[in-house]
């Protein structure tokens, strides 16, 4: 049978982006396919972890053995996270809006001048969960830089409160692709991965997760 190290862990992921609404059929949103998140829900639950797979609007089928909780904007994604804990560990993977808007509660019509949308900035799920009551052993935050990418990652990690960054540098082809390349970064240390699908970064995290947490109390 295959190792499932993670057997009696339950881990949190957030997964795609947020949809913030501008009015019943516009929305803002990132550029996230949850394609990245979902490989690593998938592999936490093939290394035998209960997972709760958060995910905003997705086109990707739900990985086998994952819990899903599907929500549209950020401030959906936190209620579901805080409902998900306590757990030992968190990925936060989602793409989440950083503004959301004064939605209409009308469709807006082309009638004189532009509307304005009055922006609102989102809590960040990220960091309430990492520095909140009940904070997993382990909080993994991600990074999509295109530029600087350590040193933002870095900085990330002592505002956010969390334990690692996986950063990316999407300046090169990442978003919708199957690959990606990331580094590792630790308080102390930044390790540098080869290009790999996202289903291998989901593996490598999925190890160094189960290595960290080492084996559940039975
Ligand atoms: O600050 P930035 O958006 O670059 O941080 C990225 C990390 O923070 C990701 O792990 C993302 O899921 C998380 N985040 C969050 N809630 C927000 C914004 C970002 O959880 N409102």
Redesign the pocket.
Known sequence: PAPRPLAGRHVIV?SGPTHEPIDPVRYIANRSSGRQGHAIAGALAAAGARVTLVSGPVTIPTPPGVDLRAVES?RDMLEAVTAALPADAAV???????FRVDAATQKIKKTGAPPVLNLTE??????TVAKGAERPRLVV?????TQNVIEYARD?LKR?GCDWIVANDVSRDVFGSGDNTVHLVTPDSVEDWPRLSKAEVGERLVARIAAALGPAPR
């Open positions: 957030t950020a936060m993977a989602a793409a989440v809006a950083d989102n809590p960040d799920i990220l960091a935050g991600f990074a999509a830089e990330k956010k």
